[in-house]
């Protein structure tokens, strides 16, 4: 069965540095979401993008975090600078045109980030 | 923002019992999802529901989606040790600003003993 793609699995950095996250989604799908999961609480959406333009960024905090789908295929969220409470699984989730009503999303395996 | 309330928060039981979680929420939803989540790992999606009453199976796995379509339950019969994990229940907003976008409740973690 074809998977979201993520990398790096795993990231230390130190506080203030930047850092990069890459999803490559299902080949097809063309909704891509960046979901924030702290431990022991249920992801939470950052950004959804429908092909290559963002649809939802909201809660996406837009002051250090951004996130591009310049072709519409694979995205990548930046923090830039990091902070400690941005310690966290960083999910990419895809599903096919639609909304999640009618669509399901598939998630990848995340990028867990420790912020020293 | 809409809500979901998972229950209960956590459970120790032993292999081959049957467990029952459910999941709720202040408003209304259309659709409900049951995800797994391993550790170290992505949520995998278990069971969606489209229709308020429906009671939809997958394996040892049963959910129903709530005829109030604000509740949802999910059921695993005859558990194994490999149904450790996080259940989180999903649902897409239905209007306004929340259409579409998914919420999650907080989990319920799942420990089998063998």
């Known amino acids: 069965e074809a998977e979201v793609a993520q990398s790096p699995r795993y990231k230390i950095t130190e506080k203030s540095q930047a850092v990069a996250f890459w999803c490559d989604p299902i080949?097809?799908?063309?909704?891509l979401y960046w979901y924030r999961q702290i431990l022991g609480q249920g992801p939470e959406l950052l950004v959804q993008f429908q092909d290559e333009s963002v649809v939802d960024d909201s809660q996406l905090p837009k002051d250090r975090f951004s996130a591009e789908r310049l072709k519409g295929v694979d995205s990548t969220l930046k923090i830039q600078p990091a902070e400690l409470g941005d310690s966290a699984m960083y999910l990419c989730?895809?599903?096919?045109?639609?909304?999640?009503?009618?669509?399901?999303?598939?998630f990848g395996n995340g990028t867990r980030l420790t912020v020293t | 923002g809409q809500q979901l309330n998972q229950s209960p928060q956590s459970m120790f039981i032993q292999e081959g019992e049957d467990v029952s979680m459910n999941c709720t929420s202040s408003?209304?939803?259309?659709?409900w999802l049951w995800y797994k989540q391993d550790p170290g790992e992505g949520p995998v999606l278990l069971i969606a529901l489209y229709k308020a009453g429906e009671l939809t199976s997958n394996g040892r796995l049963t959910a129903q989606f709530g005829i109030t379509r604000k509740d949802s339950f999910l059921n695993i019969s005859a558990s194994i040790p490999s149904d450790v994990g996080i259940y989180f229940c999903?649902?897409?907003?239905?209007?306004?600003?929340?259409?579409?976008?998914?919420?999650f409740g907080q989990g319920t973690i799942l420990t089998v003993h063998p």
């Open positions: 408003s209304i939803f259309n659709t």
């Open positions: 080949s097809g799908h063309a909704t």
């Open positions: 989730a895809s599903s096919p045109r639609g909304p999640a009503q009618i669509s399901p999303l598939h």
């Open positions: 999903a649902g897409p907003g239905t209007g306004g600003t929340s259409y579409g976008k998914l919420t």
